[in-house]
């Protein structure tokens, strides 16, 4: 057994100059050599998907690297370690309903800024595993991402009601994880997480820099993926722009579908309204919805919240006569918070030229030169952040007609960038502060 250390010692020193190292640590690195006779090599991987990759992508390079070292032939066998098997005396699963019976499709508004979240949700539901697994949606909060995780989540306990629905935050996730370790239940944690049917995690951008949750969550990504068990994951940002996260979960991350959700345009607003309005047995006249959906514009989350504040108000003047005077009272506060323009791509640009005491026109204009490159680059990640519609094609359009891998090119530099350059943040958390100012 010796003798195979360090034939596969040698061997992976080899593979790490043939490979990039993100490929290494996720496929290389996790190998264990198992055993070795007189014409074979056995190897031994965690999961299924690690032999896959292995037997098509990567064996005959290792088979030239043992041959390389021992100057001999081996064939290489691949084992996948049996570690999801039952152990003697771990704690039973304990799966625990905590999904909200109100967040179903029926109760979904559905818009042009969420209309391919939606569809993907009920497609996975319908279908889970055969459509797009994982399922990724991203968005800025309130925008109705937790309500279409969960609505799959409700529809898959109505429809199978036998199979084991797990809902949970990224957070909680790591907190379970730390226990786990801290108690030694770490078998009882791993079934919890990898042997269920459909897996809903919320909220993943806490994984940042939390290398041993993003460790334990990759391997029960992978052993719930190769079951062709359904993962549901939402954050607030793309993979790739979630700060400190392996590659190997942001590939993941990326493999099914990635869906966005973006706040509700003026026609959705007022169907949110409405649709509220509805549910609160409420009689308000359109001129008062239309005043609230001109006036509240951030997210879901305040539109149904206008609804509250008003129905709060009108008990304690009690009165069942919501007029436009209640309204604008009760929804002082609200209103003081909204933005005091509209935010537009002439509205950031406009703002990151001032800052950057630049002629106006200069950051789209075809100019290259370094004192246009940063701003530029800043205008696009603002665009990103704050826009309605912040889609890379748009954004590039906007500055001087630009490809959309440009503007894709730009945010992700920023993005990176932000990361370790304080100097860079508060630059472009004072810009948003002045475009929000008005």
Known sequence: MEELKRIWKKVSEELAKDITTVSYDSWIKPITPEAIDENKITLKVPFPINKTMIMTKYISLIESCVEAVTLRKFEIEVIVDDEEGNVPGADPITIENTLNSKYTFS???????????????????????????PLFLYGGSGLGKTHLMQAIGNYYRENYPKKKVLYTTSEKFTYELVTAIREKTNQAFR???????LLLIDD???????????????????????????????????????PQLEERLVTRFNMGLVADVQ?????TRMAILKNKIESEYLSV???????????????????EGAVKRILVYAGIKRT???????????LRDILASQPKRAIT???????????????????????????????????MYICRELLDDPSFPKI???????????????????????????????TVNEIISNIRKG
């Open 396 to 426: 590039g359009e906007e500055f001087g007609g630009r490809d959309h891998t440009t503007a894709m090119h730009n945010v992700k530099k920023i993005t990176n960038d932000l990361k370790s350059d304080k100097d860079l943040e508060n």
């Open 204 to 242: 993943v951008q806490f994984f940042a820099n939390k290398e041993q949750s993003q460790e334990e969550f990759f391997h029960t990504f992978n052993a719930l993926f190769e079951k062709d068990k359904q993962i549901v994951l939402t954050c607030d940002r793309l993979p790739s722009e979630i």
């Open 107 to 133: 109760s979904f508004v559905v818009g042009n800024n969420n209309n391919l979240a939606y569809v993907a949700s009920l497609a996975v539901a319908e279908r889970p595993a055969k459509t797009y697994n």
């Open 320 to 330: 069942n006569e919501i007029s436009m005077e209640l309204a604008t009272v009760a």
């Open 191 to 197: 079934n919890k997480y990898r042997k269920v049917d």
């Open 263 to 267: 706040p509700p345009d003026y026609e």
């Open 285 to 303: 006249d359109d001129e008062i919805v239309e005043f609230i959906a001109d006036s509240v514009k951030s997210n879901v989350r305040d539109l």
């Open 345 to 379: 791509a002439k509205v950031i640009i406009d703002e990151v030229e001032k800052y950057f005491r630049l002629s106006k026109g200069s950051i789209v204009s075809p100019r290259r030169s370094k004192d246009v490159a940063l701003p530029r680059q800043v205008g």
